[in-house]
């Protein structure tokens, strides 16, 4: 039962993660810029920088608020185990999942959905081992997760930028 909350707790915070994403990315688009902006000379526009970056810490946040949430409700009900190791698994899949079919592309497909999966297990793996450790905002685990999980996702970012 709880890996299928886990998956659920993903899905969720994946969904709350879109919704912060548009909401931000509405506030902060430059109606004249043109949609696709391709490199010039290797370096981004600081517009395409921002929004890459934007929404790498829109989701490790939200990505961090709903593990913890998970931890505060359910996480008496499964023990400190092996089978507790299979907990980010499940909630990274969650997460990745609704990402990776609303942003599908064909060309990149395997791609997409190989290194969107292992991203997001990754990042899900050291917020749910740093909040094992402590559920306190004050931790310095909390916020030294929060950082590293943010700085690999901006690099996938650009990374997947890159190779569009």
């Known amino acids: 039962m709880p890996f299928i909350l886990a998956l659920f707790f993903g899905g969720f915070s994946a969904a709350f ?32 920088g921002f929004s890459l970056v934007l929404a790498a810490i829109i989701e490790e946040a939200s990505k961090l608020l709903f593990i913890r949430q998970f931890f505060v409700r359910y996480g008496n009900t499964f023990s400190r185990n092996k089978s507790a190791l299979l907990l980010p698994l499940f909630f990274g899949i969650g997460f990745a999942l609704p990402e990776t079919l609303l942003a599908i592309n064909l060309s990149t ?52 930028f890159s190779l569009a």
């Open 17 to 48: 993660a879109l919704i912060l994403e548009l909401a931000a990315f509405t506030l902060f688009a430059d109606p004249n810029a043109p949609l696709n902006t391709p490199f010039g000379g290797n370096i981004l526009t600081f517009a395409v």
């Open 109 to 160: 497909f395997s791609f997409w959905i190989l290194g969107s999966i292992t991203l997001h297990i990754l990042t899900v793996s050291i917020l749910f081992l740093s909040l094992w450790r402590s559920l306190e905002p004050r931790s310095l685990f909390f916020w030294g997760a929060l950082f590293l999980v943010t700085l690999l996702h901006i690099l996938y970012n650009f990374t997947l």
